[in-house]
């Protein structure tokens, strides 16, 4: 295998950026971004090339983003369990939210690597991707049965810290609640189920908020309805 990285080292962490894939294997892709006026990351030489010590915005920019990844990638492989109360003010009940991975790939797992990075407009965009093991490509199959309907969905999040996974979830609840709109007339009390992502979640700046597009597949328990009063 022919290798080129660039390091982005200090003292909490790395990013490798490689240009070739091991013979083989068959990973899993998405791209997330940060804006460019963060990060100051110089482009890679012949063999190898460092940045050295990064500001703690800097650290923190790319820490969130690298556990968003490992986030999405987590809800491809296991999905997440998830649960929806729909706000209802007639009967004082506050909307509740959770979006929650099955189960996390490890923290520092080598097989989540940086593929690319690329300027573009004021942004860094950074080309991810992982590569499953043989249990977790079986996952991935299983989730994409037809028996598990798929469905799309956009949310969007205040721009802040965490407000990329915000804008995941709250697509998610949108993907879900135009999905029932049409199956289901009348407002549930909740709704739990599993999710799992199909493909990684499209994110963009839009109005100064977080835009995150998702593509589902679901697998829902039977609607919990208010009782007739």
Same mark, same amino acid.
């Given at each position: 295998m022919t290798l080129r990285r660039l390091t982005i080292q200090s003292a909490a962490f790395t990013v490798f950026f490689l240009i070739n894939?091991?013979?083989?294997?068959?990973?899993?892709?998405?791209?997330?971004?940060i804006r460019d006026d963060l990060m100051e990351i110089v482009s890679p030489g012949e063999n190898f090339s460092e940045t050295g010590e990064l500001t703690q915005r800097q650290e923190n920019a790319l820490k969130e983003l690298l556990e968003d990844a490992r986030w999405a990638f987590s809800g491809m492989i296991y999905g997440f369990s998830v649960l929806w109360i729909p706000p209802s003010n007639a009967r004082a009940v506050k909307e509740e939210l959770l979006v929650e991975p099955?189960?996390?790939?490890?923290?520092?797992?080598?097989?989540?690597?940086?593929?690319? =990075?690329?300027?573009?407009?004021?942004? =860094?965009?950074?080309?991810?991707?992982?590569?499953?093991? !043989?249990?977790?490509?079986?996952?991935?199959?299983?989730?994409s049965s037809e028996v598990f309907p798929a469905a799309v969905g956009t949310g969007t999040a205040a721009v802040n810290y965490g407000s990329r996974r915000d804008a995941v979830k709250a697509a998610v609840k949108e993907t879900l609640k135009a999905y029932l709109r049409v199956r289901n007339y009348n407002r549930p009390r909740e709704i739990r189920g599993r999710a799992a992502l199909t493909e990684f979640p499209y994110t963009s700046? !839009?109005?100064? !908020?977080?835009?995150?597009?998702?593509?589902?597949?679901?697998d829902l328990e039977p609607l919990r309805a208010y009782a007739v009063d």
């Open positions: 894939l091991p013979a083989g294997a068959n990973p899993i892709r998405g791209e997330f971004w099955l189960a996390l790939i490890p923290y520092g797992d080598s097989r989540m690597r940086t593929v690319s =990075l690329t300027r573009e407009n004021g942004f =860094l965009y950074v080309l991810l991707e992982y590569t499953p093991d !043989s249990i977790q490509e079986s996952r991935l199959e299983g989730w700046l !839009s109005y100064g !908020s977080i835009k995150a597009v998702v593509k589902l597949r679901m």
